[in-house]
């Protein structure tokens, strides 16, 4: 009876030292994020694991990053949104999933009315810009220079290419093409597996 209630004891203690090592393992060591010193990081954004963010980054509120992003210097991510009657109002946003990678001098805007998202193995090149409430499906790319307005959906593997422009509210479809220096307004009638360009923006020729 004695040696039972001690070895009781003892279990009892060494799974409370085993939950507090979870816990230390699960929201300390597992994070394993890297955040350069000069970065700017909200306390109210929410960052998974194994995160790249480098110098001069901003990352606003109501920001949510997943894992295995790599966020290069001076990029911000969640300011608001280029939308003039919603510059006062409540921000909503920006999801970002996992595996993606902006090399530097990217902008992600809040969203307006509903979160901005970018999914996942997004490459958006320097100076790349993605607008409020927009969505960024798997695997597209963004060349340098590329701007996506306000409200629109780049399908899965659509590459924007240098210097090109997608207007307010466009949708492409699955794994579209356009051209460098690219005007994309809404009359512009895209195809999937196209490259397209030229302002405005037409489609070429089936893509590779
Ligand atoms: C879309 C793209 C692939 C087309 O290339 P292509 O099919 O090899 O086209 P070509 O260079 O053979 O040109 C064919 C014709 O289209 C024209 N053309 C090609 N790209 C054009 C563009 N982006 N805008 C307007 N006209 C274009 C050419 O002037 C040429 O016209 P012509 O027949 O009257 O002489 C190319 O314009 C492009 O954007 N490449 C991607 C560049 C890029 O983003 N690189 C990323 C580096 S980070």
């Known amino acids: 009876m004695y040696n039972f209630i001690h070895l009781h004891k003892y279990t009892k203690n060494t799974l409370i030292i085993f939950f507090i090592l979870n816990l230390f393992y699960i929201f300390v060591i597992m ?33 949510i990053i997943g894992d295995n992003n790599y966020i290069g210097s001076h990029s911000i991510i969640g300011d608001t949104g280029e939308s003039i009657k919603y510059f006062d109002k409540e921000k ?20 307006t009315v509903h979160p901005t998202i970018i999914r996942d193995n997004v490459l958006i090149l320097k100076n ?53 220096a690219s005007n994309v307004t809404k009359k512009s009638k895209l195809i999937s597996n196209y490259v397209h360009y030229g302002n405005p923006c037409k489609a070429i020729r089936l893509r590779s």
């Open 31 to 63: 994070k394993n994020n890297f955040i350069h010193s000069t970065a700017i990081v909200s306390d109210k954004a929410k960052i998974g694991n194994n995160n790249y963010i480098g110098a001069y980054v901003i990352i606003e509120d109501n920001v």
């Open 92 to 111: 909503k946003g920006i999801i970002i999933g996992n595996n993606n990678r902006f090399t530097k001098q990217v902008t992600i805007d809040n969203g």
């Open 128 to 180: 790349g810009h993605v607008g409020h409430d927009s969505l960024i499906c798997d695997n597209v790319q963004i060349r340098c220079n590329g701007v996506v307005g306000g409200h629109c959906v780049l399908n899965e593997n659509t590459i924007l290419c240098l210097n090109s422009v997608i207007q307010p509210r466009i949708v492409t479809p699955i794994r579209a093409m356009i051209g460098a």
